[in-house]
């Protein structure tokens, strides 16, 4: 199978005719504001670490300029020339945004000497490029204090960028963040972290090749960097509205928004500059209500009343918002506009989704039906770049009724592999169901073909002609998308079929992040990687003694699951691992054996086979699981 990318099928292309025609492209006031405020590029701008290796370059989107060709969505297009716009830009005298040099922005925020940085982007090498190019033009100002707006890693991932974890302990920075932060940014990174980056392989489009047939940008920002992930734990915690602090003469003023683009998320207003910084909850597209790297669904209703919230709050006297993400909006009647479309977008979906559902639609159903008011259509902040309105909609359903749709054929299906094989069979075998594929294909029908030869590759993975048509077929669908994660999750299908796996270039599961897990969250980490049938049989029982902070868990391995208790036991455990907290997940990291305990200073005592034992059980994701494929 040739690894040449295919041009635009006429069907796609009179798609983007119809697109260009009925958007109103003539609208040119975001590229103004993406391009208000500039001070200076890196050239050239790419970041490596230190072994030398490339882990971002903004210069490889270079090619997005005029036209968008035949082979990618016209408002994607131009969705992805705005978000490659890069640079140090001034927002207001006294804040700065450094934006493309990572998916998200880092702020800058000048107090009386030094300067507070509200989120970090997601790698080292990226957090400290923006700083150098921050103080290359605005000074050398001291770090005094830092903001995570949310819980993703790219908003805190790069902090060892500009500061360090002993400037933090001594007291000479802060780093501020909302409720349930640690937790949430530590969970959703390890528990399922696995699955999760290996779906954000696809999602991301990092690994994919740059170019009008390739990739063009996520729609949030172009990629995500694949440099090293950091994380130094908050030292003070903002839990209620209205919340005030002042750091070096910046007032910063707190919105608590749990639960909606992230479980622990917040918006910062300064009064002092009428500058809102909306966090992820308000950007220049239709954001995830669940992303489709995988998450928990997000709460629309939740998100809608906060940003009227936000408005009741703020919106008399803000005189620009800017975001983790896109570009600023600037002056109060425009701030209020684009803050209440919004408002109006998430409040809409949700509601008419409900209606829906009411009157017995299921997911798909509604995707289908549910249409904008021409108000949001024409709005394109409001478009699906990131979040679709299809795959949002199925969210709202699966928030409220779950995976079931009610039908009892759906209850009990076969896995894809085992109906896959009763399809084919059904439909006359492989070669005469390619054969009416083509013809699908040909008339331009490539969600059904997506369909049916998905059947076909699951049934016979080695089936060339089906492998191939099924490739071509995911990158007209990738052409023909607005969403730049559809994009992406069709092209990257069609690079594993054509030219097999490209891995997982981004893992947030580091060392930093690891360290953070409380010793519950460590042990449930554990548990899940539990192979519960390999451990049937196996009876263990540790007690884990941790000397600097005065507590004792007994760890019981049995019916082949991984439990804990803080409660004192009244039989004796089979050893005992007395250690720290600090050295107990370095442990976990570097595998619990008995020259790494002796190593950390730690000491077990008792029966030295439970460690391998529990060792022997334990099963750890595969980090480059097939998609496309059954294998």
């Not at 199978?1 to 006031?29: G, I, N």
């Not at 297009?77 to 640079?87: E, F």
């Not at 999760?196 to 999602?203: I, P, V």
């Not at 639960?259 to 910084?277: G, I, Q």
């Amino acid at each position: 199978m040739t690894a040449t990318p295919k041009p635009a099928s006429e069907s796609v292309v009179r798609q983007h005719q119809a697109l260009l025609e009925r958007l109103p492209f003539s609208d040119t006031q975001d590229f103004e504001d993406a391009t208000r405020g500039l001070i200076a590029r890196r050239t050239p701008n790419a970041v490596t670490a230190a072994d030398g290796t490339v882990v971002w370059d903004n210069d490889t989107y270079a090619f997005l300029d005029g036209d968008a060709p035949d082979t990618v969505n016209p408002s994607l297009w131009r969705q992805s020339r705005l978000a490659s716009i890069d640079g140090l830009f001034e927002v207001v005298p006294g804040i700065y945004q450094v934006r493309g040099l990572d998916l998200s922005n880092t702020s800058f925020i000048e107090g009386d000497e030094g300067v507070v940085v509200v989120d970090t982007l997601l790698s080292v090498e990226t957090g400290r490029a923006a700083l150098e190019l921050y103080r290359q033009h605005r000074g050398d100002r001291p770090i005094k204090a830092i903001i995570y707006t949310h819980s993703h890693a790219d908003h805190f991932g790069g902090v060892k960028g500009f500061v360090t974890q002993e400037e933090v302990d001594d007291g000479r920075v802060k780093i501020f963040a909302p409720e349930g932060f640690v937790e949430h940014a530590v969970s959703e990174n390890v528990y399922a972290g696995t699955a999760m980056n290996r779906r954000a392989a696809y999602m991301y489009g990092a690994a994919l090749a740059r170019g009008p047939r390739g990739h063009v940008g996520a729609g949030l920002g172009q990629t995500i960097s694949t440099g090293t992930v950091s994380l130094i734990a908050p030292t003070d915690i903002i839990t209620t509205t209205g919340h005030e602090e002042t750091i070096d003469g910046v007032r910063m003023v707190f919105q608590m928004a749990p639960d909606t683009e992230a479980p622990s998320e917040m918006l910062v207003y300064f009064p002092d500059f009428k500058a809102l910084c909306a966090a992820e909850d308000a950007t220049h597209t239709f954001h995830n209500l669940l992303t489709l790297r995988g998450a928990v669904v997000r709460d629309p209703h939740g998100w809608a009343n906060y940003i009227t919230e936000t408005i009741d709050l703020f919106g008399a006297d803000a005189e620009v918002v800017f975001a983790s993400h896109h570009w600023p909006t600037w002056d109060n009647a425009r701030v209020r506009g684009f803050l209440s479309t919004q408002r109006d977008l998430y409040a809409y979906v949700h509601d008419q989704t409900l209606r829906l559902m009411n009157k017995g639609l299921t997911g798909p159903e509604i995707a289908e039906e549910i249409q904008l008011p021409p108000s949001l259509e024409n709005a394109w902040s409001a478009h699906g770049y990131y979040g679709s309105v299809s795959h949002n909609v199925k969210a709202i359903y699966q928030r409220y009724l779950g995976w079931f749709d009610g039908n009892p054929a759906s209850l009990w299906e076969h896995t894809p592999v085992e109906q896959s094989k009763r399809y084919v069979e059904f439909m006359g075998g492989a070669d005469a169901v390619v054969a009416k594929a083509r013809d699908s294909f040909e008339a331009g029908d490539f969600r059904w073909v997506a369909q049916v030869l998905n059947h076909v590759v699951f049934a016979q993975p080695d089936h060339a002609n089906a492998r191939e048509l099924l490739a071509d077929t995911y990158e007209q669908l990738g052409y023909g998308a607005e969403n730049g994660p559809w994009r992406s999750f069709y092209l990257s299908g069609t690079t594993e079929l054509r030219e097999g796996q490209f891995g997982t270039p981004t893992e947030t599961t580091a060392p930093d992040v690891i360290n953070q897990l409380s010793p519950t969250m460590l042990f449930d980490a554990i548990a899940i990687q539990v192979n519960g049938p390999k451990a049937w049989d196996e009876r263990i029982a540790i007690d884990v003694v941790l000397t600097d902070t005065d507590q004792r868990y007994r760890l019981t391995l049995a019916n082949g699951v991984l439990t804990y208790s803080g409660r004192p036991q009244q039989d004796a455990a089979d050893a005992t691992l007395t250690t720290t907290s600090r050295a107990l997940p370095l442990l976990v990291l570097g595998g619990l054996s008995a020259e790494r305990i002796a190593d950390s200073g730690s000491e077990l005592v008792g029966d030295s086979s439970v460690l391998r034992r529990l060792v022997a059980v334990l099963d750890p994701g595969d980090k480059d699981f097939a998609i496309v494929t059954p294998e």
